[in-house]
């Protein structure tokens, strides 16, 4: 308690004192005896009342021991099951939860990882990526304000993710690896990376790239062949040493044929090889007879040109090429879509051409947009002109229901110009995106797609997009999620297709180790996204006629299903509404590959890099005791002495209420019976 509440409640003593004196001492017309007990109430009251109005205060200081943690990180790939690996980490879990003494000076959490990161001790070993780096990142994450040595029970080879021998270097705590898997290297041959694109032009090559690694003593030959069906399309000899142990090979490979063409890669396996799985790679392309082409039409050269390339070739189907007004009009007939980047009246020709011809159209507005000329000649978008300049930032509108989408993060993208103003549009829309400055919705639209007699037009009412595309990169890691929502706008402007109620999209092909998604819109009969309806997808595996039904889940504004549980194979798939007659149908193919695997023995020597950069140490199964001990004696690893300071109140407030409501209802009391109310 400060020097000033104590002065505080001297003077409230004075003051309650001094009133109660005034009151009932200074010609006080009551006996002596009535005198002091209504003079002593009083001074309780008014001390009370004035104690209350101080609220006085206290610290209060407790103190805990706090043991360190101990994170145990567990490998729950498939790898570990093929390596033969999942008895010992039964037996190391076992371990370390039956040891007294290491559960009583640590506290002990469990994790497994294989493609994402989960709290829990239960491993299947049938993950089919294992991302070590960001199970080691959401462990320092976790634990980064404690005193925490990280147990790693894993065989150390990554499939997916950053290096996280590199990225071990900003881990906080000591990382101890239990080694699981082999260390005598075996003679292998592998084919390590096979590179090569979705789709291909008909008539045209293709290119592959293949990645053949040799491990083990000596000279080997073998030979790197490409089959389709029972025909060979490629073959070529080759041949390691220890010191040339690498091969990248390239070539390309003609497409004949539309449509989806499947091949498997193969580096023929030796005589003595132990693991043979890693030799050969399934890939397919699917052959398509055009190109959607996409024509960029804009007066300045500015970044957010490159970022529109970048972003719709993307998708292999598409070519994005670039041109002035003047030029663009002789090249109308040779694209599917035009995107008018901050047009002015350099533009009019164009749009004149764009109306007799009845173009899709997508406009990208910006500060140096000419709203006067834009506002004259098209009758969409209509934006007041004031020549101020602001900066705009996105929500997305959840209810779009033209196409599917996913919020990839637009409330946290920075801010960008646009011209202040008030949008209208004069035919039937959807928003998009919102438009906030600095938190609050202006009611303008930021992004909006309308479509009138069949006629499809887009306005993004902002430049400076590519920030967008480098703030969801450092979000993401990846520039997927954006190109794939500007890919949906090009999608949907590339076609005139009537909307149907059920919208079904689907890859025509997958491979197994990667997420296997289908998703739906449905609408209802007035086209709007039905949140309430029942969707479920029937899928049938075209060999052995087997029909598994799923469950679609309602994401945002769309229902999705995820079918990676299925075998590889070939599959015809139905979607349908309960309760409707509507159903649409189609078919995928599911390639086999199981890049777990690849792997013939634990990657040891990474393992021990990690432990020695991060100043743990490596073990291996049989060493869990030595690992034990090593903890135990550690003097790094100490329970630590937590004080924790409170401020409270010196009586409650409740507590002062009633005593003033006692204090006040005994005297009440008591002048009635003695007859003075």
């Known amino acids: 308690m400060t020097a000033e509440t104590i002065l505080y409640i001297v003077i409230a003593v004075v003051i309650a004192l001094a009133l109660a004196l005034f009151m009932y001492g200074y010609k006080s017309k009551y006996s002596g005896k009535l005198k002091w007990v209504f003079g002593t109430l009083r001074f309780l009251t008014l001390f009370a009342i004035l104690i209350l109005l101080i609220n006085p205060k206290f610290k209060s200081e407790t103190y805990t021991i706090v043991k360190p943690s101990l994170p145990v990180v567990l490998d729950n790939s498939s790898s570990i099951s093929e390596l033969n690996q999942t008895d010992n980490v039964s037996a190391i879990i076992t371990k370390l939860k039956e040891n007294n003494k290491l559960n009583d000076r640590f506290e002990l959490s469990f994790f497994t990882f294989g493609t994402d990161f989960k709290a829990t001790d239960t491993v299947t070993f049938t993950e089919t990526n294992t991302n070590i780096a960001k199970a080691l990142s959401a462990t320092n994450e976790v634990f980064k304000n404690n005193i925490a040595p990280t147990v790693l029970i894993s065989d150390g080879n990554q499939t997916l993710g950053n290096d996280y021998e590199f990225s071990s270097a900003t881990y906080k705590n000591p990382v101890y690896p239990i080694i699981l898997g082999d260390s005598i290297k075996y003679t292998d041959l592998k084919l390590e990376r096979l590179n090569t694109n979705r789709y291909a032009f008909l008539k045209n090559q293709f290119p592959v790239e293949a990645i053949l690694v040799y491990n083990g003593t000596g000279s080997v030959n073998s030979q790197f062949v490409i089959s389709q069906g029972a025909a060979i399309v490629y073959r070529e000899n080759v041949s390691f040493s220890e010191t040339d142990n690498t091969k990248t090979i390239s070539l390309t490979l003609p497409a004949s044929r539309v449509g989806l063409q499947k091949y498997t890669a193969q580096v023929v396996p030796l005589d003595d090889e132990k693991n043979k799985v890693n030799n050969n790679k399934q890939f397919a392309v699917e052959v398509i007879d055009q190109a959607a082409n996409v024509l960029v039409v804009s007066t300045m050269v500015h970044p957010d040109m490159g970022m529109f390339k970048k972003a719709i070739e993307t998708n292999e189907q598409r070519k994005v090429t670039f041109a002035k007004p003047g030029e663009a009009i002789a090249q109308l007939s040779d694209h599917q879509l035009l995107i008018l980047y901050q047009p002015n009246r350099s533009f009019a020709t164009l749009f004149n051409e764009i109306e007799r011809l009845n173009m899709n159209t997508f406009i990208i507005s910006g500060t140096k947009t000419d709203w006067n000329f834009l506002n004259s000649v098209q009758s969409v978008f209509q934006k007041e002109v004031t020549g101020q300049r602001e900066e705009a930032a996105a929500a997305l509108n959840v209810n779009y229901g033209a196409f599917a989408m996913e919020d990839i993060g637009f409330s946290t993208f920075p801010p960008l110009p646009t011209l202040f103003g008030e949008l209208q549009i004069t035919v039937p829309h959807e928003v998009v995106l919102k438009q906030t400055v600095r938190g609050f919705n202006t009611e303008n639209a930021l992004l909006v797609t309308a479509e009138v007699n069949g006629k499809r037009d887009v306005l993004w009412d902002v430049e400076e997009l590519w920030k967008w595309r480098a703030q969801s990169y450092l979000q993401h890691t990846n520039f997927q999620e954006f190109d794939a929502f500007v890919g949906n706008l090009v999608q949907y402007l590339a076609s005139n297709k009537r909307r149907s109620r059920l919208e079904v999209s689907n890859e025509s092909f997958y491979y197994n180790n990667s997420p296997i998604k289908i998703s739906a ?17 029937s899928v049938i595996e075209q060999e052995s006629k087997q029909r598994t039904v799923f469950p679609m889940l309602l994401k945002n504004n769309f229902y999705e299903v995820d079918v990676n549980s299925l075998p590889a194979g070939e599959y015809a798939f139905t979607v349908a509404v309960g309760d409707e007659a509507i159903a649409r149908s189609g078919a995928f193919t599911i390639l086999d590959f199981n890049v777990e695997q ?17 100043k743990g140490t490596a073990y291996f199964p049989n060493e869990i005791d030595d690992l034990m001990e090593s903890l ?46």
């Open 521 to 537: 819109q449905y609408f209802d009969k007035n086209y709007v996204f039905d949140t309430r309806a029942s969707l479920s997808i």
């Open 598 to 614: 690849q792997f013939g023995n634990a990657n040891v020597s990474k393992l021990k890099r990690i432990a020695a950069n991060t």
């Open 632 to 677: 135990l004696n550690d003097d790094r690893f100490q329970s630590i002495q937590k004080s924790e300071q409170k401020i409270v109140p010196l009586i409650d407030w409740k507590y002062l209420l009633a005593l003033i409501v006692l204090f006040l209802t005994a005297e009440w009391f008591i002048r009635k019976y003695n007859g003075l109310i």
